[in-house]
């Protein structure tokens, strides 16, 4: 059994806390190493150091496996320091390298600041998701974000509103829901996988008196994708999409933006949520939410999220092999 890696993530955030939460919680039931400086885990953390991937296994439960990173400075609560930036990168594509070489079954990776790596090392990515693409070398990534009684993937991610109508076009929603439907079946076992899609505009459109893109950008392509056999629903007017009755009618759902996407599930499951990136070559997952510099260093922050995504990235790994 080949262990997850967990990255650090900006380590003045609250990353080293909650993973070392999730350890004591845990135990050795989802088998992960932190990869990191064990300089910037809380004081009085019990850690072990760990050289290859066999060793992790062999780590008492109580004691969180550490594969080591060296930063150049210390880490303050609340406080990212410029210099720790390029280190930070430099975790996320040692974890893709372990992946990509087989040595671990999955990556979770802790929440980063982006303005701060832009900062601190002219990071030149939107986010983690894109950073991981570049370094897998795909065209082109899914998100995803689970919680028990909701799947949901939104078609745009990071873009102004203004900007959404531009940047969806057939070949972006087709690409997405193609993805989707290869990582539901892989992934999360479903060998028939069901997909409701929404519209762009209030009430899908309602026949193009409120937008076209329903008539002329999505309906074609659920069209073509389910000549193919593929379970398309839709387009569906966003505002019924998500409620518990027609949650139940599908396996995911597509969004064609951000916040419709996102508003739901963190509506229903703020703290379970978990990020999964779909379409790279290994496994990744990671916390629904960001480095809480608020009220990192307090020892309060909920490990729920993370605690889901390694359970997630355990289960898919399962399901790959």
């Known amino acids: 059994m080949r262990p997850l890696v967990m990255t650090c993530g900006d380590p003045a955030g609250i990353g080293p806390e909650i993973a070392l939460k999730a350890r004591r919680i845990l135990g050795a039931a989802v088998p992960f190493v932190w990869l990191g400086d064990p300089r910037h885990l809380p004081q009085g953390a019990d850690w072990s150091p760990v050289v290859d991937m066999a060793a992790v296994l062999s780590v008492p439960p109580e004691r969180l496996p550490v594969l080591i ?13 410029p210099d720790n930036a390029p280190g930070i990168i430099a975790v996320i594509a040692r ?41 897998a070398g795909v065209p082109r990534v899914v998100m995803m974000l689970a919680c028990e009684s909701l ?19 057939r070949d972006l929603l087709e690409d ?3 993805i989707t439907h290869a990582a539901l079946r892989t992934d999360f076992g479903i060998s028939a996988p069901r997909i409701a899609v929404a519209g762009l505009n209030p009430h899908a459109g309602e026949g193009g008196t409120m937008g076209r893109e329903e008539i002329e950008v999505i309906a074609p392509v659920l069209a073509q994708l389910r000549a193919e056999g593929m379970l398309l629903t839709g387009p569906h007017s966003a505002d019924t999409m998500f409620h518990a009755e027609m949650r139940a009618r599908y396996d995911a759902a597509v969004a064609m933006y951000h916040d419709q996407a996102l508003i739901p599930i963190k509506t229903i499951d703020f703290a379970g949520g978990v990020n999964i990136t779909l379409g790279l070559p290994f496994i990744r997952s990671s ?15 909920d490990p729920s ?10 289960a898919m790994a399962r399901g790959r092999s």
């Open 69 to 81: 990173h060296d930063f150049p400075a210390d880490a303050t609560p609340g406080q990212p320091h």
């Open 95 to 135: 974890a893709v390298a372990l992946a990509k070489a087989g040595a671990v079954a999955g990556i979770v990776t802790c929440p980063i600041n982006k303005a701060a790596l832009k900062h601190g090392a002219g990071f030149a990515f939107p986010g983690h998701t894109e950073y991981l693409a570049a370094l």
């Open 151 to 169: 799947r949901v993937v939104p078609a745009t991610i990071h873009l102004p509103l203004r900007d959404v109508p531009e940047a969806l076009t």
């Open 176 to 178: 997405t829901l193609r």
């Open 287 to 301: 916390p629904d939410h960001g480095t809480a510099y608020d009220i990192a260093g307090r020892g309060i922050a």
């Open 305 to 314: 999220s993370l605690i889901a995504a390694l359970r997630q990235a355990a």
